[in-house]
């Protein structure tokens, strides 16, 4: 064999060497479990089930696509047919939420999540850590929001990740002013 041939063969054996221990390494990061790779906490925050009972007070119509109405220190509403939907502006004097809410779906995604906006100049800015996620399983869930500034002007925001199915439910925002 001329010196060529050899020198390409030990050539393409180190290639080859290479691309088959880069393949093992992983697999063997895989294995042990070992990586040089972040891994990410999941911080997805989910109502808790409650077995208090929903009962909305002011509401005339619940087959209404989106309905509000305050009372005893409450938002209350419903919501038969929706994507997403955004509350009117209310303080929180106590600087604690208390949020009751159930719902289903007519199909698609099985969760639904709730989350808060606090008033500023020129809109909305979402406060950090207020989004938790409920069940769409009909049951009542509860989430509490803690350490709010009674001085400030929030919303709540109710969405569904689907453009296919729709959402349907009550909830109940205590704490209100």
Known sequence: MSKTKRILAFAL???????VLSGC???AQKVFGS??????DDTTQWAVLSSDPLMLDGIADTTAKYATARANGALNIVFNGIWSRKTEYFTVPSGLLSIYG?????GGAQKFKVSLWKKVDGGAQYVDNTTFYFTADGQNYHCDIGNLD??????VTISYDSSRYYLYGLMKVEGIG
């Open 102 to 106: 159930c719902g289903t779906t007519d």
């Open 13 to 19: 054996a180190a290639v080859l060497a290479v691309v």
């Open 25 to 27: 390494k992983s697999i």
């Open 35 to 40: 990586s040089n790779e972040v891994q990410e």
């Open 150 to 155: 009674p001085n400030a002007s929030y919303r």
